[in-house]
Nanobody
């Protein structure tokens, strides 16, 4: 059974940092794209970052501030978030989808597996 479990969210002041973790079970990363999405109240779910066989993608709004990485031994993907802004406040989800090659689907509807989400709140 595929499971994704996020952790690491919380409340932080603007300019601070958080590291989110997405622990996966039931599959290995080799053939999957793992992405982080976020959704703020009243807004559409948006892609934040993706990791796929070494390829990394970022939304323009987080480039230079967020970094995605993978620890295959732990079957965990991390999202290091620095220089956080109030507009980063959202529920953050990790999601996975089987892919061929180094592909990062941008549409959240392409993903088959989702974690429960973790709240990130950035105060001004």
């Amino acid at each position: 059974e595929v499971q994704l479990v996020e952790s690491g969210g919380g409340l932080v002041q603007a300019g601070g940092s958080l590291r989110l973790s997405c622990a996966a079970s039931g599959f290995t990363f080799d053939d999957y794209a793992i992405s982080w999405f976020r959704q703020a109240p009243g807004k559409e779910r948006e892609g934040v970052s993706c990791f796929s066989d070494g390829r990394t993608d970022y939304a323009d709004s987080v480039k230079g501030r967020f970094a995605i990485s993978s620890d295959n031994a732990k079957n965990t993907v991390y999202l290091q978030m620095n220089s956080l802004k109030p507009e980063d406040t959202a529920v953050y989800y990790c999601a996975a989808v089987a892919v061929f090659g180094r592909v990062c689907p941008s549409n959240w509807r392409s993903y088959d597996y989702w974690g429960q989400g973790t709240q990130v709140t950035v105060s001004s």
